[in-house]
């Protein structure tokens, strides 16, 4: 079993940043890809990035193109998105996810192991 915790989250401005943090515990992430997805009220659960094992690949969902930085410590057992100048949008809890069977994909029924979540508001 995989226990994932994220952290980070809290309330922002408009144009300010963010760094997120997901520890695993359990297992070693090292062979796992990492993703982050975000649900805002009301809505679907939303892919916003993933990262392949050994860090070579990653993706991002088109709204956070060039703002949002998807990284991974696997000495440390931990992933990070780094999000910089953040909009109201980006408003939602972010959770992260990981997949043992190290496909590369977007969708969230890929990923075998979910974190708790952590409250990302950004204010106007």
């Known amino acids: 079993q995989v226990q994932l915790v994220e952290s980070g989250g809290r309330l922002v401005q408009t144009g300010g940043s963010l760094r997120l943090s997901c520890a695993a515990s359990g297992r070693t992430l090292s062979s796992y890809t990492m993703g982050w997805f975000r649900q805002a009220p009301g809505k679907e659960r939303m892919f916003v990035a993933v990262?392949?094992?050994?860090?070579?690949?990653?993706h991002y969902a088109d709204p956070v193109k060039g703002r949002f930085t998807i990284s991974r410590d696997n000495a440390k057992n931990t992933v990070y998105l780094q999000m910089n100048s953040l909009k109201p949008d980006d408003t939602a809890v972010y959770y992260c996810?990981?997949?043992?069977?190290?496909?590369?994909?977007?969708?969230?029924?890929?990923?075998?192991?979910w974190g708790q979540g952590t409250q990302v508001t950004v204010s106007s």
């Open positions: 996810a990981a997949d043992s069977r190290t496909h590369f994909r977007i969708t969230a029924s890929a990923y075998d192991y």
């Open positions: 990262i392949s094992w050994s860090s070579d690949r990653t």
